[in-house]
Nanobody, 116 residues
Framework: QVQLVESGGGLAQPGGSLRLSCAAS????????IGWYRQAPGQQRELVAR???????DYVDSVKGRFTISRSNAKSTVYLQMNSLEPEDTAVYLC??????????WGQGTQVTVSS
């Protein structure tokens, strides 16, 4: 497992942008999956975006065309660029990494609040 630390959350206005970062304590080069979940109060955790080994990406329908997930193997960091933010995007965002043969690694989460 690796330790994951998210950053970049905060308050944004509707239509605004935020960029989340998730820094890993070790290499994520061999990860099977890396991604972001989010959890809003009273709601189930929801997969937002992920990168699967080989480079393909998946997004939940509600963020397609607005969010972009990317990675830097050199920096062992995963990013989530969030544009055209909506109040419904308000949640705690958590990154995760699945490395071969070890349990999932989770970050502590970063709060994103979209409000005018």
């Amino acid at each position: 497992q690796v330790q994951l630390v998210e950053s970049g959350g905060g308050l944004a206005q509707p239509g605004g942008s935020l960029r989340l970062s998730c820094a890993a304590s070790g290499s994520i080069f061999s990860a099977n999956v890396i991604g972001w979940y989010r959890q809003a109060p009273g709601q189930q955790r929801e997969l937002v975006a992920r990168i699967i080994r080989g480079g393909s990406t998946d997004y939940v329908d509600s963020v397609k065309g607005r969010f972009t997930i990317s990675r830097s193997n050199a920096k062992s960091t995963v990013y989530l660029q969030m544009n055209s933010l909506e109040p419904e995007d308000t949640a705690v965002y958590l990154c995760y990494v699945q490395l071969p043969g070890v349990p999932l690694s989770w970050g502590q989460g970063t709060q994103v609040t979209v409000s005018s």
